[in-house]
Structure formats: C-alpha cells, structure tokens
C-alpha cells in the first residue's frame, strides 16, 4: 500500500532529522532514491533546485513534492497525488511536533544538564557529515555530465566553484562607497541569486 | 490574549515569504515576535530557537510550535504549526502538477542542466560555515568526516549514524568528566577548553 508507505517512511524521515533541513536531505535521499525508487537521482536534484527556489522549510517542500510524484507515478491521478502530497506532509511533521509538545515540559529544565548537552553537542557534529554525505551522494553523472574535457562538465564545475565559494564567505554586511553613493552588501549572495544565475547560464549555454 | 487569527496570519506571512529554508526564516520571526508584536522576550527567542535546534524535525516547525504553544497552548501551536506550512505546500503542490507538463521542455531541461550544479554547491556550504562555527578541531573533525564515511561509502542508513551517536554522546557524557562542560548556554565551549589546554 503506496500511502501506508509514504505516511510511514515520511514520519521515520521526520522524527530521525535534527539540525535543519540539509541534513535531512541526506535521509530523504536515502529512503526515496535508494531504497523506495520513488524518485530517479536526476529527479531528485530538480526537486532540490525547487524547493530551494519556493518558499517555505525544504523539509515541507521535499515531502510535499515527493508524495505527489511517487503517488502519481504509481497511476493514482491528480486527486490522489494531491492526497499523498498532504500526507506525506502531515507525516513529516507529525512526530516531532508531539515530541516538541511533550518536551518543552521536561526538557526546558533539564537543557543545562551536562550529558544533555553533550548528547546534542555530539549530534550536532554528526548533522554536519550527514550534510557532507548528501552532498557526496550528489555528485553524478546526472549533475555534473560525464568527467572529462567536455563542455557540460567544464560548465558543471565552473558553475559548482562560482556557486560555492560565494556560499562560504562571511555572512557579513559591507559598506561601500562610490563617490556620494554609500550602501550596504552582503559579501555572501542570497542563495536564490546565485540558482537564478545558475538558471540564467544554463539557458545561455544549453538552450 | 493573543488572537487565533493573528497568530494564523503571523505564520501564514513568515512561511509563505521566506525562501531558501528555515534558517532564513529567523531574522523575520524575530522581527514579527520581538519587535514588532512584543509576544516574546529576546531570550525567549533565543531560547526558542536553540530548543527548536537541537529536536528532530523540521526547524521552522519546531519553532511555530514552541511560541504557539506558549501563546495559546496547544491549539495555538497546531494554528501556528498549519499557518507555518500551508502556503509553501499549495506552492509545491501548483509547482509539481505545472512541472511535470513542462519537464521534457527545451528551455525547462537546460536551466535544470545550469541548476544541477549549483545546488549540489549550495548544499556542500553549510558544511565548511556550520564547522566554523560549530568551532571543529583537529580532534573532533573526524566525527563528521567519518558519519560521511559510513553514509556515502558502506551505505549506512543515516538514521543509524544518529543513533550512534546520541548514544556514543550520552555514555561520553555520562561517564567522561561530567564538570568539563558545564557552564554556560553556549555548546560550543567545550572544544573550545580542549583547545586551550
């Protein structure tokens, strides 16, 4: 039963995530792509290009995405892909919103226990190579083109540099001055200007 | 008391206009919560916030449940945690049924050809400024490294990397000299004593 599957592996995706939306990607990856073939890893980044260009958690978005996708594939209709969606939505969020509910009791005091901390301290650090490994598990042929001197791959890997060498310069506003003019920028581009780049030059070199 | 609607609309605004994930999400909650409509305190957003962080699941939600909750109990935190994902699920969901008509498009298939790239970038970032600030060292680096590892290599499911180490991390922490960290709000702290000593 495809529902009873994505509510299920939807609510593990959720209750198994910590430290934000990039560190579940690596988890989705794993049950959708790998394990379920809901999704082809093509697919699954254009579903990550998506939901970082639309509003909203990328958690929300991704099982929004998924649950329709797998639902219609699977020859449910409109109907039934919408009613997937929802669930798989619903499912996400379900387990840890209860936890939230049933923690902010308890733990609010005991956050300063020491073994609590060290607990979250280790996870946080582990979160970190959760995020490496989906970016890892990223690199393919799909994303990248085949390696060696064509032009998709050179783009790819220009695009790929450009991309992550402005992500990882400070977060840090900077004044400039241009004769009378002062303002204010972000060393660091918002990620959305740096996909519409991204878009732009595809368009450019593909099209 | 702070009215369903108001609080609805709050969330339905700040889920609805934020782009590029939950984090992006805080400077405009603290804007609509502190400044603007005095609900919490700066320290309890604060605390909000890192309670929401170190819970599974999705950040933004995490939050709306907590302040939510401390406004209106729990209707309030189910009003906010809706509110919170409404608006990006009808997003996703008119972006999916529009998408697959026009997937096999020329144009559509080179843009996703420049974006593949750049979002496997946008995700390797967070990396390398989250281990800056998490203030990784030399005899910590290796934990992440190997989780990659396990994961990547061998095929480890990532669940069973976190419940390693939520496991690893409370016998640490139970049994590993339990006065090195323990002041403080700040998490990061103890690396940064292992590099003074």
């Not at chain 2, 939950?22 to 700066?42: D, I, N």
Request: glycine share 8%; with cysteine; charged share 15%.
């Amino acid at each position: 039963m495809l529902y009873l599957k994505l509510f299920l592996t939807f609510l593990k995706i959720g209750i198994f995530t910590f430290g934000g939306g990039y560190a579940m990607i690596s988890l989705i990856e794993n049950e959708v792509v790998e394990k379920q073939h809901w999704l082809t890893p093509e697919q699954f980044t254009d579903i990550l290009a998506v939901s970082q260009t639309t509003p909203g958690p990328i958690g929300i978005n991704t099982a929004t995405y998924v649950g329709y996708t797998a639902t219609l594939d699977a020859g449910y209709g409109t109907g039934g892909a919408v009613a997937g969606a929802l669930l798989a939505s619903f499912a996400v969020v379900l387990l840890p919103f209860v936890l939230m509910l049933v923690l902010m009791r308890f733990l609010s005091a005991h956050r300063d226990n020491p073994t609590v901390k060290v607990v979250f301290r280790t996870l946080r650090i582990v979160v970190l190579g959760l995020i490496a490994a989906a970016a890892l598990s990223l690199l393919t042929v799909e994303s990248f083109g085949v390696p060696g001197w064509n032009r998709r791959f050179v783009v790819s890997c220009a695009i790929f540099a450009m991309v992550f060498i402005l992500s990882i310069l400070p977060n840090r506003k900077r004044d400039f001055h241009f004769s009378t003019f002062h303002f204010q920028l972000n060393l660091r581009p918002h990620p959305i200007a740096l996909l519409i780049v991204a878009a732009l030059l595809g368009l450019l070199l593909y099209a | 008391m702070v009215k369903y609607c108001s609080l609805f609309y709050s969330f339905l605004k700040i889920g609805g206009f934020t782009f590029g994930g939950g984090y992006a999400m805080v400077p405009l909650m603290e804007r609509e919560f502190v400044s603007q409509r005095g609900w919490l305190t700066t320290d309890e957003f604060l605390d909000a916030i890192s309670l929401a962080q170190s819970m599974p699941g999705v950040f933004a939600v995490n939050v709306a449940t907590q302040v939510g909750y401390r406004l209106r109990g729990v209707s309030g935190s189910i009003v906010a945690v809706v509110g919170n994902i409404l608006l990006p699920i009808l997003f996703i969901l008119a972006l999916a049924m529009f998408f697959r008509t026009f997937r096999d498009n020329h144009y559509v298939n080179a843009i996703f050809l420049g974006l593949r790239p750049a979002v496997v970038a946008l995700i390797a970032a967070p990396v390398f400024t989250l281990a800056r600030r998490l203030h990784l060292t030399w005899r910590t680096v290796w934990i992440p490294a190997l989780a990659a590892a396990l994961i990547w290599l061998l095929g480890v499911s990532p669940i069973l990397v976190i419940l390693l180490a939520a496991v690893t991390g409370y016998a640490w922490g139970k049994f590993h000299s339990p006065s090195d960290q323990s002041d403080s709000s700040d998490s990061s702290d103890k690396s940064d004593k292992s590099d003074l000593k």
